[in-house]
């Protein structure tokens, strides 16, 4: 029921930065969090960073912890991903989607590139 939309990837050298921006848009009332997840070639889609809607309290996976921050803007339905630091590790079609809750279906990602 709720649809998203990411945007902000590109390409950018090791330990350059990135911002990246998920909309959301539908039938929001049940959501608990949301999160922003990568897949990597070749690797399973992992969940890398989350944000409680309620309390705005967030989780990081080990991988990224220290380097990203993921924020919500409520009025207008945002989730907001500050990448720092960047490795070629962390090359991959990012996603943004709900977590917690049944996924319906996933967006067309934004691919991030770390290479020098």
């Known amino acids: 029921q709720v649809q998203f939309v990411e945007s902000g990837g590109g390409l950018v050298q090791p330990g350059g930065s990135l911002s990246l921006s998920c909309a959301a848009s539908?039938?929001?009332?049940?959501?608990?969090?949301m999160g922003w997840y990568r897949q990597a070639p070749g690797k399973q889609r992992e969940l890398v960073a989350r944000?409680?809607?309620?309390?705005?309290?967030?989780n990081y996976a080990d991988s990224v912890r220290g380097r990203f921050t993921i924020s919500r803007d409520n009025p207008k339905n945002t989730v907001i991903l500050q990448m720092n630091s960047l490795k070629p590790e962390d090359t991959a079609v990012y996603y943004c989607?709900?977590?917690?809750?049944?996924?319906?279906?996933w967006g067309q990602g934004t691919q991030v590139t770390v290479s020098s």
């Open positions: 989607n709900e977590v917690f809750g049944h996924i319906d279906s």
């Open positions: 944000i409680s809607l309620s309390t705005g309290s967030t």
């Open positions: 539908g039938s929001m009332f049940s959501l608990v969090a």
